[in-house]
T-cell receptor
Framework: RKEVEQDPGPFNVPEGATVAFNCTYS??????FFWYRQDCRKEPKLLMS???SGNEDGRFTAQLNRASQYISLLIRDSKLSDSATYLC???????????FGKGNQVVVIP | SQTIHQWPATLVQPVGSPLSLECTVE??????LYWYRQAAGRGLQLLFY??????ISSEVPQNLSASRPQDRQFILSSKKLLLSDSGFYLC????????????FGPGTRLTVL
């Protein structure tokens, strides 16, 4: 079983709509959780860390469900500029080795 | 603020040729440094990481090697490239110790022909 799994999509979202997707992780002892954004042919950039209590940054909301071992990302009022691949990242072992999902591709349509 | 540089940005090399990719970090001391490869349609694969000068941990057996000659310099090398070495090579850094958040450089896109 892969350490981190994501549905690659694409998720085609009308501009202004809300989109949400999940990422599952296999190691119940995982320590830290992140969402990164990666534009085509660019490097991943940290979008937000995911805390146990959930966190919100503007139109973006991240949540962690330890019981079911998944994290989620919700984007409200989607903008064309939100089109990107969103990578789920987990620290399974509490060390320097992060595990990356393959990403959820989001395409915001005018 | 911290910045991370990689060069070259793109590279086309013949099979069997050597490789040297460089990564430098500014604005921080004693960072952890990482080399990743992202092949087409695949996730990021950790190749090497380093917690200090001369300290390299290899994650995947391959024909690549890494060195850290200075605190904020990380080099990825190969003596003979294979076709399968093509990909997007990303260097990343993180603060030593209390956080595992990693920050990526702009990457080098390598095509081996």
């Amino acid at each position: 079983r892969k350490e981190v799994e994501q549905d690659p999509g694409p998720f085609n979202v009308p501009e202004g709509a809300t989109v949400a997707f999940n990422c599952t992780y296999s190691n119940s002892a995982s320590q830290s959780f992140f969402w990164y954004r990666q534009d085509c042919r660019k490097e991943p950039k940290l979008l937000m860390s995911v805390y146990s209590s959930g966190n919100e940054d503007g139109r973006f909301t991240a949540q962690l469900n330890r019981a079911s071992q998944y994290i989620s990302l919700l984007i409200r009022d989607s903008k064309l500029s939100d089109s990107a691949t969103y990578l789920c990242v987990v620290n399974p072992h509490g060390n320097n080795r992060l595990a990356f999902g393959k990403g959820n591709q989001v395409v915001v349509i005018p | 603020s911290q910045t991370i540089h990689q060069w070259p940005a793109t590279l086309v090399q013949p099979v069997g040729s050597p490789l040297s990719l460089e990564c430098t970090v500014e604005g921080t001391s004693n960072p952890n440094l990482y080399w990743y490869r992202q092949a087409a349609g695949r996730g990021l694969q950790l190749l090497f990481y380093s917690v200090g000068i001369g300290q390299i941990s290899s994650e995947v057996p391959q024909n690549l090697s890494a060195s850290r000659p200075q605190d904020r310099q990380f080099i990825l090398s190969s003596k003979k490239l294979l076709l399968s070495d093509s990909g997007f090579y990303l260097c990343a850094w993180s603060h030593r110790g209390y956080t595992d958040t990693q920050y990526f450089g702009p990457g080098t896109r390598l095509t081996v022909l």
